[in-house]
């Protein structure tokens, strides 16, 4: 059971609520909970902690108003109905496990006190009234009520208090005050208002309408006690609002998505109801006496968080602040945390121009949209956010007019994305909302430059990249990436600094791949950004060595390896490494005075950079020949390197 604030705790919370709230609405959260099941909620407003009992765990585990553990109170076995005092100071867990009250004290979050309700008694749901702690006990299909007072020192366990209530399952309580509301869920439901004011229940009403008589899955009882909310089987689809004092029906709440499994009343009276609904809306809000919900929440199927809320899930703040709902899905089973419930949602816009000229004033407007209309004399906060003020700069406030709109102008001091903040702190009946828009103001284009675009150095060259700054306003900084080709080499920031006099920053990369360098320039308040790139390339290391020749000489000017015609050549290839590289040797022989080719094959490099290959078959005499090895940019498995060519082996067959 949910027992409900205050009279103080009403007053309080219209107080604060009256007084609005400054800055941004608080996010709406959902956390996981380390619990198997779920048996009933319970806020303590005084420190900020949200009781949620396991019966199946064996526990209570506490949170605070974020979702986050904080205490896990052990060894409560089957532990189901929860009740906080009044003064937040205690709340008592029914423990049917044990025949036991169990007293959890807030300011610890630990078990201080048991309570034996006597042998077999099993209590299962319970309230706090009247200064006592009253227990619906019992087991299938008997039930009784029973209580004790825990400011006695030895409390007296006071049993049989009404006669046999019967029915499957426990009898729900509610208490606000000295009034105590016992509802009979089921097929057939029915409510009971008594006094217990004397420490003895006198009855003052019992009866149902006959609208919410069916399938009555939960209630809540007003903070005044005049009023209850049944989630009851009402059709079409509602709960049934009853007045306290005769039991009769005074309205309605209809919800689209089937009947209600849960419904908790705010201190301010705002109604919170929810459905057992897999695509539909699961939690609406409505305020007193409305016949539409001013709010809904709808949780997909299968997101995380849950997207079921639990029957009897939902429970306030004691000052409205919060709603809680025990959500479950294929995850597991959450906290959501409702910001702002009892106040009507607001849209808040802004309309700037896309593009504007520093330094020239421009004009944008902005509306704040709500079912509810806003108070005379509602301000916005703008502000200006841009390179100058990344945390932002006050622009002052502008009145919002009965409709809502309002408009203001500025004249941007600097360039780039400048982005316009209306801020709503929201009032007693409105939730806090912004909007924004951002401007593209003009800047003065920046001149960079970076040298080497475009030039083939051997393999390992050291290269001095620079670029040039052109003229800014004050941001004098460049950053230098060098990205060489391969996906096993990253992106890198090499070197961030200032230019020189000169308006030059360098960097030096050792060429051993085709490399990107990339010069930014961010900008600043007048000046806009850029970027350029260079690329240039870098060839690979080959050589090719030539054994098994009987002898070297030359023909003309040349070298050549002279073998006899049943020798066969050995070629052996070193070349940069570089995963699954192949290398391609291409052969040519020279007739009539001219070299033509006679065939070409590609041959895998070992891991250590070295390839050797035979060549055999029958060798003709009298023929000069040449081969050599060369790197062909993608043919040769890799696109890392420029194509590169290796020198000429000349070699000629004799007999």
Known sequence: MRTVATALAVLFSSTALAAGTVGPAAADSSTALSISSYGDIAVDGVHKRVYISDPAGNKVVVTDYAGKLVATVPDLSGVRDLAITPDSRTVYAAVPGEDAVVAIETSTSTAAARYSTGENTDPQTLAVAGGRVWFMYGQ?????????????????????????????????????????????????????????????????????????????????????????VAASGESPYAATAINTDDLSRTGGYPVEAGNPNSAAIAPDGTIALSTFSWYDKDIFIFKPGAKTPYRTYTYDLNTSGGD?????????????????????????????????????PVKASVSAPAKATRGKKLSATGKLTSDKSFPAGSTVTITRTDIDSPKGKSLGTKTVSSSGTFSFTDVPPAGGNVTYTAQYGGDATHAPASGKDTVAVSRTATSLTLNHNGSLYSYGTDVSFTTHLGSTYKNRTVELWVNPFGSDKPNKLVKTGKVNSKGNLSTTVDMTRDTTVTAVFAGDARSASKTVKATAYAKVKVSTSVSKQYKTAKIGST??????????????????????????????????????????????????????????????????????????????????NSTTYGAWKYFYFTK
């Open 140 to 228: 299938q299909p008997s039930h009784h009520l029973g209580s004790f007072d825990p400011a006695q020192s030895t409390p007296e366990m006071v049993l049989d208090q009404l006669p046999d209530l019967g029915f499957y399952d426990a009898p729900e309580l509610e208490s606000a005050g000295s009034t105590l509301v016992i509802g009979i869920h089921g097929t057939w439901s029915g409510l009971a208002v008594y006094d217990v004011s004397s420490g003895t229940p006198v009855l003052r009403k019992q009866g149902m309408p006959a609208e919410a008589a069916n399938y009555m899955n939960d209630f809540a009882l007003s903070a005044d006690a005049k009023q209850i």
């Open 559 to 640: 070298s050549y390896a002279y073998f006899h015609k049943k020798t066969n050549p050995v070629f052996t290839t070193t070349m940069t490494y570089y995963k699954n590289r192949s290398h391609r040797l291409n052969l040519e022989i020279y007739y009539q005075g001219k070299w033509y080719d006679a065939g070409s094959q590609y041959f895998k490099l070992g891991t250590n950079g070295k390839s050797v290959v035979t060549l055999t078959g029958t060798h003709d005499t009298g023929y000069r020949m040449r081969m050599r090895a060369s790197y062909i940019n993608g043919s040769s498995g890799d696109n890392v």
């Open 308 to 344: 079921t809320i639990a029957g009897q899930g939902l429970t306030w703040a004691p000052d409205g602040s919060k709603l809680f709902a025990i959500a479950s899905g294929n995850s597991g089973t959450y906290l959501r945390v409702l910001d702002n419930a009892t106040r009507y």
